[in-house]
């Protein structure tokens, strides 16, 4: 086992030293910010929908972040030798605004099983992360304690975990300009205020390694390695795809995604009535 990957699975999480080349972050983030504005003039469920959970399948420069070989050296460091993009979002935190994100862990509402050490998530950061301008918060180790209790529903903040109940040494993410920082899905974690007067822009990137198990909505993935058979469903690569062909996988993985959420929740108690997900 690599170094990186007993850390990683000991602490949750891990802040590769590399860093990604000024012109691919430059390149990324104009395509980024692009995307949002188109999706802000179509209004409706393109732009409710423009940030998450699939955002990759139509942003093309986002699968080129996620192919980097800054990126893809660290997660194979981690995951080992086959891995794909499973997920993304698009994080933008406006100046002088009191928005971030409670204490909280990606697992909650991700369909997948067996992931531990199978799946992360890697932050990049497209302008510089500072406590600032409210960059993540991560609480060493708590990856290792199962499901917390996300008691909390802050209409601004969203569901969360009482900061007085999170586990862990709790620490601020700072990253310079194309930094990123690496999570497991089940690692609490929080976001802040924004109080300087620029946007904190981030992406992202939700890798999964063949070996994790996912639930029958959401086996959608987009593979950068050979490995990935049945239950897998390749998703075509925005980069070589037609542009409306990319459109409808964007549109149809991502409500398969979403069902496979809600049906998550209501297994859980949320009162919510979905009908089975209908996965080719
Ligand atoms: O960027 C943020 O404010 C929150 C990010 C986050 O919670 C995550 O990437 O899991």
Redesign the pocket.
């Known amino acids: 086992m690599t170094a990186a990957r007993k850390g990683f699975l000991e602490r949750g999480w891990r802040l590769p030293e590399r860093r990604l080349p000024g012109g691919t972050v430059r390149a990324v983030r104009y395509a980024v910010v692009s995307h949002l504005d188109a999706a802000e003039r179509a209004g409706g469920a393109a732009r409710a929908w423009a940030t998450f959970p699939k955002p990759h399948l139509v942003v093309p420069a986002i699968v080129e972040l996620a192919d980097s070989p800054e990126i893809t050296e660290s997660v194979g460091d981690v995951l080992g030798e086959a891995f794909g993009i499973w997920s993304s979002?698009i994080?933008v935190?406006p100046p002088g605004t009191g928005t971030?994100?409670g204490w909280?862990q990606?697992a909650l509402s991700y369909d997948l099983d067996g992931d531990e050490g199978r799946a992360l998530?890697v932050?990049v950061a497209l302008t510089p992360a500072t406590p600032e301008n409210?960059t993540?918060w991560f609480a060493d180790g708590s990856h290792r304690c199962g499901t917390l209790d996300h008691d909390l529903d802050d209409p601004v903040r969203g569901q969360s975990v009482s900061p007085d109940r999170v586990p862990g040494e709790k620490f601020p993410v700072v990253l310079d300009e194309g930094g990123f920082s690496m999570h497991d899905l089940r690692l609490a974690?929080?976001?802040g205020r924004n109080t300087t007067d620029g946007p904190?822009i981030?992406v992202?990137l939700d890798y999964v390694a063949p070996e994790a198990v996912p639930g029958a909505g959401c086996a959608g993935v987009l593979p950068l390695t050979a490995g990935f058979q049945t239950p897998w469903r390749v998703e075509p690569d925005p980069r070589k795809a037609a542009a409306a062909q990319a459109h409808e996988a964007c549109v149809t993985e991502s409500a398969r995604r979403l069902r496979s959420a809600m049906d998550l929740a209501a297994r859980d108690g949320l009162p919510l009535v979905l009908g089975p997900a209908d996965d080719a």
Do not use: Q, V, Y
């Open positions: 979002a994080f935190s971030g994100f909280h990606d998530r932050w409210g993540m974690h929080s976001s904190r981030n992202a």
